[in-house]
């Protein structure tokens, strides 16, 4: 009870749990970074070279990120990156993948966007306990963490899940040595493609009507919760009312 009750009155955690997981649902590149090798470029052996450009991006990512947030305001840089993010995902569904080359340059792009929003997560979670303390005189951390690595794997459960439910809806075929129609393996294409970007936008949505903590006023609360200021001088230098 004491932690469905913390949770419901964390609005800001609310907010930004619903936003990553729309933003989620319907990533299916993860799940079908095996099916577009195979049956859009024409050969298994891009299943690494599609993981790798996939992942090995974050690597670099990680080193900047910090420096970048020096410089600009964390929500700001999450929503641009966010958009960054669908503005490459539609390149790539309308570029196609014909030239492999500029394909996998433009997954190397989206991920070095989806890095930096991705990275920030964690940083949005303490955000959200800061909040708490400051508001309810309450710093459930462990909740608010614990939150988001169960979100995680509700994500991961249900994403794959929608992905073989889409598959199945374009006519997908199982076997080995099965030929997939035209159909379908444009609907593998417009699922990689274009899925992304329809979670993506009813999550920055989401954020922008219902997130208001801003990096200024959740410097003021943690002064607050520490005690350095009272909570009027708090109140008298936020940005809006919390």
Known sequence: KDII???????????????AIVGSLTDFSGTLNAYVAIHCLGDQSYITLLSLASAVPTLFVVLFV????????????????RIGTIIVSLAIYFIGYQ????????????????????????????????????????RNSGIAF??????????VAITGALGMFGLAAYGFVEGEGV???????????TLYGLGPIVGAVISLVILMVGYKLRDTDVKLMIRCNNGEITREEAEKNFSRKF
């Open 179 to 189: 030929v997939q129609s035209a159909r379908t393996v444009a609907g593998i294409w």
């Open 99 to 138: 030239n492999v080359g500029l394909f996998l340059g433009l997954i190397v792009v989206k991920t070095l966007f989806a890095s930096v929003w991705g990275i920030m997560a964690i940083m949005f979670i303490a955000d959200c306990v800061e909040y708490a303390q400051y508001r309810f005189g309450e």
């Open 66 to 81: 910090p420096k970048l947030l020096e410089k600009v305001e964390k929500y700001n840089a999450y929503m641009i990156t």
């Open 146 to 155: 614990a939150t988001k690595a169960f979100t995680n794997k509700i994500i």
């Open 5 to 19: 009750t913390s949770l419901l009155r964390n609005k800001y955690l609310l907010v930004y749990t619903l936003s």
